[in-house]
């Protein structure tokens, strides 16, 4: 489980930010366990103070975060859709 509070999860998971992965285990979305833990860990930190090769890495996990979310709205409106 993800080290969030619970105001903070149900958040997350009303805008669809977290999912269950195929083990059950509670993830950001389109990330895996380690990711999402990254993600998390640095989500308070300065962007001033990270270095280069971290600024770097969480631009492509927010990008694969963001895009999987896309994905998985979208489906659920074309599910809407036909029903």
């Known amino acids: 489980m993800l ?3 619970y105001l903070a ?3 997350l998971r009303a805008t669809g930010a ?3 992965d195929s083990g059950g285990e509670e993830v ?3 990330l895996t366990m380690a990711e999402s ?3 998390l860990s640095i989500s308070g930190q300065d962007p001033q103070q990270l ?3 971290d600024m770097l890495l969480i631009g492509q996990l927010k990008h694969r975060h963001l895009e ?3 994905e998985r709205f979208y ?3 074309r599910e809407v859709r036909r029903n």
Request: glycine share 8%; proline share 4%; hydrophobic share 40%.
């Open 3 to 5: 080290k969030i509070n």
């Open 9 to 11: 999860r149900i958040r």
């Open 18 to 20: 977290i999912q269950l």
């Open 28 to 30: 950001l979305t389109g």
């Open 37 to 39: 833990n990254f993600m």
């Open 51 to 53: 270095d280069p090769g």
């Open 68 to 70: 999987a979310r896309l």
């Open 75 to 77: 489906l659920q409106q």
